[in-house]
T-cell receptor
């Protein structure tokens, strides 16, 4: 079975600081990787996704993520956060051989102080 | 281009009662999912519908949970004899359901917040 772990449950940082959220998955086959974000009071929305090709993926709002196959990792980064990046971030994976359902990590709550 | 909609947005019920949660997927999307977001368990897959195929029910936590999808569009998730541990946010998601399904983005609704007293 596939599983996803996010290392940090809570992150607090100041505006303009850099952000990196860790995500590791366990599955030996071909996977697709996603980062979803949930802003306060809003529903889950896609931040970025990786299917194949360039392992460095750029998403919306200045976010990017790097797929490192050898480490089974898909870490999310943003060089300079804003107060509006305060949200909960979820890493997710699906695998063709395991059906099309998403398996989510536990989420990381990010608070950006103005 | 309306997104995925769910109703009700909030539901409070008493232990032992049955509840029905509704999901309207994005028009034209043939694949529909239910997930549950709870404090102790995070985001969990419940059930998946794809066109006319038999649904993947592998995530349903007990036989008190069932779901149907009528006419390939609207879906209803039913929880019978609700228990306090059923309290959670129930999320619906849909995607186009084309040949590249494995790589399609799932679009989520706002969820139904269920509280079982």
């Amino acid at each position: 079975a596939q599983s996803v772990s996010q290392h940090n449950h809570h992150v607090i940082l100041s505006e303009a600081a850099s952000l990196e959220l860790g995500c590791n998955y366990s599955y030996g086959g071909t996977v697709n990787l996603f980062w979803y974000v949930q802003y306060p009071g809003q529903h889950l929305q896609l931040l970025l996704k990786y299917f194949s090709g360039d392992p460095l993926v750029k998403g919306i709002k200045g976010f990017e993520a790097e797929f490192i196959k050898s480490k089974f990792s898909f870490n999310l980064r943003k060089p300079s956060v804003q107060w509006s990046d305060t949200a909960e971030y979820f890493c997710a994976v699906n695998a063709k051989a395991a059906g099309n359902k998403l398996t989510f990590g536990g989420g990381t709550r990010v608070l950006v102080k103005p | 281009g309306a997104g995925v909609s769910q109703s009700p947005s909030n539901k409070v019920t008493e232990k032992g009662k049955d509840v029905e949660l509704r999901c309207d997927p994005i028009s034209g999307h043939t694949a529909l999912y239910w997930y549950r977001q709870s404090l102790g368990q995070g985001l969990e897959f419940l059930i998946y519908f794809q066109g006319n195929s038999a649904p993947d029910k592998s995530g349903l936590p007990s036989d008190r949970f069932s779901a149907e999808r009528t006419g390939g569009s609207v879906s209803t998730l039913t929880i019978q004899r609700t228990q306090q541990e059923d309290s959670a946010v129930y999320l619906c998601a849909s995607r186009k359901g084309g040949a590249g399904g494995f790589q399609e983005t799932q679009y989520f609704g706002p969820g139904t917040r269920l509280l079982v007293l």
